[in-house]
């Protein structure tokens, strides 16, 4: 437990998630940690430069046996900010206690990174080059936009080297696998009115009143797509479709009629749709309320969407990892049912060159980002358990054979 205490206390925090740059800003202090921690188990680890200055990756490549089935192994070591007010110590000293480590990043996702060093390294220890290629990386940025896994794959590609078979994302589902995460985008709108005096309001359109009818429209849209959801992949909701209007300002006085307003909001979906077919739909909806009011229609909104952008992603709950992934887990008294995961990872940069890639790993999803953010030490031992095992199984197996 020393380890994953030291890794949770090394401060690692993502630069796009803070205003003000400190010592505990930045994944390079970590990554050096998690070199030399691999290292000191006879794993080949190196640094590897992104895009992003001074935040590098660290990679684990052992070749093993090429007829066998090839697995890479991917956690993100970056954290968001700990600046919620009512932590109970400090977030970036870890505590082990009462059978949990707590602190900022325990769950989400160091305690899945380090299971799965744990587990690299018992299954080389065990099968040595019998088994199938292994590559497990620590990547930066995940809590952004992805840079550090996109960077990794630009390295792949530049060296010509083959992309993994299959693909296990480091994230706290609960021991479960995770085959769909949700896509979102953010968006901007500003409707124009005309000012008046409150008195005489009649003279006037409230800009207030018209940007109601967007959020109504797209909230009508929200309870629609519910339907098109896999209701076995997302038991426990109505709808894991979102529309969140996160801000909304217009007017200046109850005195006046409001002759501005803005709102700003995301939109989040989940398989079938995309980011391209959720856009669609959201853009129909603006025009469809534009073209039916006589004032909008002559002064057309200014819709915009902002800067985030993810797509959905989705393996198939019948590919072969899934299966391992769930028998495995079950072993340990876990469900090992196939999950949606309400949260968007690096798993959608791997899906979209089709690489079949599976979320797995200890702890709780809603402890991710939250205060007093902790990890259950029994089931990050049960973790380690697991994929020792999984990686055995999947690696191997020869390549088209069954685990």
Sequence with gaps: ?????????????????????????????????????CRAKGLPATLQESHLEARPNVEVALPGNLSCRSLLLNGHCDVVAADEPNWNHAPFEARVADGYVRGRGAADAK??????????????????????????????????SG??????????????????DAAIIGEPTELQPSTATRGARSFQLAVRGLGAHAGEAYRGVNAVNLAMRFVEALEALHRDLAC??????????????VFNLGRIAGGSSFASVAAACEIEGVVGWVPPDTLAS?????????AEVTQADPWLHKHPPEWRWSWLAFEASQT??????VHLLGEESRRYGYRGEPRGLLAGTDMRLLRSLDIPTVNFGPGDMSQGH???????????LDAIRILANVILRWCLAKKGGAA
């Design 1 to 37: 437990m020393n380890d994953l205490a030291e890794a949770v206390s090394l401060a690692s925090i993502n630069p796009a998630r803070v205003e003000r740059l400190d010592d505990q800003v930045g994944e390079a202090r970590f990554q050096h940690f998690f070199q030399k921690l």
């Design 111 to 144: 305690g899945s990174l380090l299971a799965m060093l744990q587990a690299v390294w018992i299954a080389r220890e065990l099968a040595g080059d019998a088994l199938g290629p292994i590559t497990l990386t620590s990547v930066v940025d995940e809590e952004a």
């Design 147 to 164: 840079g550090g896994t996109e960077a990794w794959l630009r390295d792949q590609e530049r060296l010509g080297k083959p992309l993994p």
């Design 228 to 241: 098109r959801a896999d209701a076995h992949l997302w038991p426990e909701l109505d709808t894991p479709y």
């Design 278 to 286: 959720m856009s669609a739909r959201v853009e129909r909806v603006v």
């Design 316 to 321: 198939p709950t019948g590919h072969p990892l």
């Design 370 to 380: 939250a205060a007093n953010e902790q990890l259950e030490i029994s089931q990050y």
